[in-house]
């Protein structure tokens, strides 16, 4: 696609944010640990001049990017060379590039979340994460999510001391696991492998860092979770050779399916079942029943936890959708 096509994707307006701009949410740092700003702001005056409609921040290859606020993925794909991921956050939408991405289109996310890793490309000379936000066709300075991107420096009462630093060891802990996770990700083009929906309902949590509702602690949420009442048939996605049944403490009776897709091994895994109707060998077709939805392990309520593995690679599932 050229670079028309970005703009006209991604809007070609842009102005300066005027001083009563608000921006009806609060956002958080689309990186982990310690950020820094290499390029400013700077929009043109008129929109189809040049101009900086976003913001810099320095990144290196392969580090994750966290969505900024809650939102929905709207799009992930490559636009002019470079991966771009957009989330709508209801009045105004941030942008990230160039990122190879782990979300997927329709992905529910949350500020936080895991939404791809730094790819190649990019305009700046070395690794960045070009962030931007828009409503609208006007870009807005992204910074206004983070109160402006001044840093505060604030004297803290000697018994409160020990409360930050624990919560920056906290923070930092929290930015190493999920430099780790993101790591080892296997990134999926969207909509490429033409699964069907293994049971019917919505996706109550997407894949991605969260807090686990069940240990209280910040942790890679491994699959998709697809609300569906208890006993709700659970039906293979596409064809494969069922690899393994078991039960497990965490994910309680699972269910492993061997796939080729495209030349590609990929494995599905089906969790917290009541039970399955088949056994390890069989060969099912895309539709097949395979057991019913259940809340075995640790669960918090009737619901399919689905997996992907893409050439012994974890994945977003919704990618293969």
Request: hydrophobic letters at 40%; aromatic letters at 6%; a positive charge.
């Amino acid at each position: 696609m050229t670079l028309l096509g970005l703009a006209t994707l991604l809007g070609a307006g842009s102005r300066a944010p005027a001083a009563a701009d608000v921006i009806p949410t609060t956002g958080q740092w689309p990186l982990t640990g310690a950020v820094s700003v290499v390029g400013g702001y700077d929009p043109p005056a008129q929109r189809w001049l040049a101009g900086h409609r976003g913001v810099d921040l320095a990144a290196h290859r392969g580090s994750a990017v966290l969505a900024a606020a809650p939102g929905r993925v709207t799009f992930a794909a490559r636009l002019a060379g470079r991966g771009v991921v957009v989330v709508d956050h209801g009045s105004v939408r941030t942008t990230y590039e160039p990122v190879d991405a782990l979300a997927a289109v329709g992905d529910e996310v949350g500020a936080g979340a895991v939404i791809g890793r730094i790819g190649r490309g990019g305009h700046c000379s070395s690794s960045c994460l070009h962030w931007g936000l828009k409503r609208g066709d006007s870009y807005l300075d992204p910074l206004l999510l983070v109160g402006g991107g001044e840093s505060v420096l604030r004297l803290l009462p000697a018994d409160q001391r020990p409360v930050a630093r624990r919560r920056a060891a906290g923070r930092t802990a929290e930015a190493r696991v999920a430099e780790r996770e993101v790591a080892t990700f296997a990134v999926v083009p969207a909509g490429r492998g033409g699964f069907a929906r293994p049971v019917p309902g919505g996706i109550t949590s997407p894949f991605g860092m969260r807090f686990h509702p069940v240990l209280h602690v910040w942790k890679l949420h491994d699959g998709t979770d697809f609300g569906a009442g208890c006993g709700t048939p659970i039906r293979a996605p596409a064809a494969g050779r069922v690899a393994s049944v078991s039960a497990n403490a965490g994910y309680g009776n699972r269910l492993m399916l061997d796939h080729e897709i495209d030349g590609r091994r990929v494995r599905t895994g089906y969790n917290h079942a009541t039970r399955y109707v088949v056994r390890p060998g069989t060969v099912v077709r895309r539709g097949q029943l395979l057991g019913y939805v259940g809340s075995t392990g640790y669960s918090t309520g009737c619901h399919l936890h689905l997996m992907l593995w893409v050439g012994g690679r974890l994945a977003n599932p919704m990618s293969m959708f």
